[in-house]
């Protein structure tokens, strides 16, 4: 995995060979199984109650102004990737995008997958049967800032907020964990759910796209009752927005563009049902953190780890009464919970659609733990909201105990309205 986005020209062309190749067989597939797709409900669920259990039983439909995985709740198994874009030009970007929604359609849908004959390699992996079912798969496509660069004339288009990441106070980036031209999310209630739709979109896009970093997420049932845990052993996720009051979705979460004639300034037309991604990996300590007391855990936090409540409160969604505590007797000043949302005007301006998954990839060359948190925040305007929490933030205690490396910023790419619509059709008209 690289930084450059130019492979050598050999093997440049023999990938973008076999994309359009792949490109021709997904099309085909998904024509078998169009009529015999299973017809899906849509269901945008509380933030403020993002349980697993409900993931698994609700299933988002593909079709929509707003792409699935985003307002849902949080599903227990995810997988994130950063890709950079291999195609040769803004036809072959086209028919990449063509193609991702064309498997997305098809995986998040269910189906029969087409029979190639007895001489050609099967169409599907197999590893969910003979039929793929469905399961819940949400599928999730962003662009980065890379995308609109020179390559693929999309310059004039980009979304007027969408910049790269830049390295915050306390962070440790490493560059080949950071950017990326898109993200891809594929989140569901089974793993092999996720793993077997990473297979089906990387073969059917071999030659338009190559992964650029990965990390693989889930999120425990609630232990014993309301928002998952991260591996820090605290509720995460607690004072996210009702996003389920359209008011408060747009005021903080959609991006609407700007009309034709309309003054210039504003997002594009072709942004309008999209939102502002931001993807940070953060390793947690967790060694040196479960040497540390239950109640200097908790005075980091500003809330009680068993059971959620602010530290002022008895209730996980009890709300912290700062006013009446100025000094920080009972939560401290420099407390996570209020740094990151002091409850002001201010601060409810900024305020953010939060998903966290955890993640653990065994352990690191010094024989030390390795997990920690794949942070994911979506909302309008990433300056105002995301940045000015992590500004807040910075110095806060707990950044003894946590280490943020990788991300990126992206902007979620508007639904897809029906069957003759696709993902990135307005950027690319």
């Known amino acids: 995995m690289t930084d450059t986005h130019g492979p050598a020209a050999g093997a440049g062309d023999l990938r973008r060979r076999g994309f359009l190749r792949g490109a021709a067989l997904g099309v085909g597939a998904v024509g078998a199984v169009a009529g015999g797709a299973a017809a899906l409900t849509g269901a945008t669920a509380s933030a403020a109650s993002p349980t697993p259990t409900a993931a698994a039983r609700t299933k988002a439909d ?32 086209t028919e990449l995008l063509h193609t991702v929604t064309d498997r997305a359609r098809f995986l998040t849908g269910g189906g029969t997958p087409a029979a190639l004959g007895i001489t050609d390699s099967p169409s599907d992996s197999g590893t969910l049967g003979p039929k793929v079912p469905g399961d819940g798969l949400t599928v999730t ?14 310059k004039d288009r980009k979304p007027s907020r969408l910049s790269t990441m830049p390295a915050f106070e306390d962070d440790d980036l490493q560059p080949d964990w ?17 793993l077997h739709a990473l297979r089906d979109i990387a073969r059917h896009t071999r030659g338009g796209m190559q992964v650029r970093w990965r990390l693989d997420g889930f999120t425990s049932p609630p232990r014993p009752s309301g928002t998952p845990r991260n591996h820090m052993g605290f509720k995460d996720g607690t004072s ?32 309008t049902g999209g939102t502002y991604q931001v993807v940070r990996t953060i ?62 005007a201010q601060s409810d301006n900024s305020r953010i659609l939060r998903r966290g998954y955890n993640y653990d990839r065994g352990m690191d060359s010094n024989g030390n733990l390795d997990m920690g948190l794949i ?55």
Request: aromatic residues 10%; contains cysteine; charged residues 20%.
């Open 62 to 93: 593909f079709h929509g102004p707003h792409q699935a995985g985003i307002t849902q709740p949080v599903q227990p198994s995810s997988l994130f990737l950063s890709l950079d874009v291999t195609a040769a030009d803004r036809r072959e970007l």
């Open 141 to 154: 496509v962003g662009v980065g800032a890379s995308l609109f660069d020179e390559r693929f004339g999309l």
């Open 178 to 194: 950071c950017h990326g031209d898109l993200s891809l999310q594929l989140s569901a209630p089974h793993p092999d759910t996720a």
């Open 240 to 271: 996210n927005p009702d996003i389920s009051d359209p008011a408060t979705a747009n005021e903080l979460l959609w991006v609407r563009g700007a009309a034709a004639g309309a003054p210039a300034g504003g997002e594009p037309a072709w942004t």
């Open 283 to 344: 390793r947690m300590l967790v060694e040196f953190w479960d040497r540390v007391s239950i109640t200097e855990q908790e005075r980091m936090f500003g809330r009680s780890r068993d059971t959620g409540a602010p530290l002022d409160g008895t209730r996980e969604f009890d709300t912290p009464r700062f006013a009446q505590d100025p000094t920080g007797d009972v939560i401290p000043l420099d407390s996570h919970i209020r740094v990151a949302n002091p409850r002001t």
């Open 375 to 429: 942070f994911v925040c979506y909302q309008r305007d990433i300056e105002r909201q995301f940045a000015a929490v992590q500004k807040r933030l910075a110095g806060e205690p707990l950044v003894d105990y946590v280490t943020p490396f990788g991300g990126g910023y992206f902007f979620v790419l508007p639904g897809v309205r029906d069957r003759s619509d696709w993902l990135g059709s307005g950027l690319l008209a």
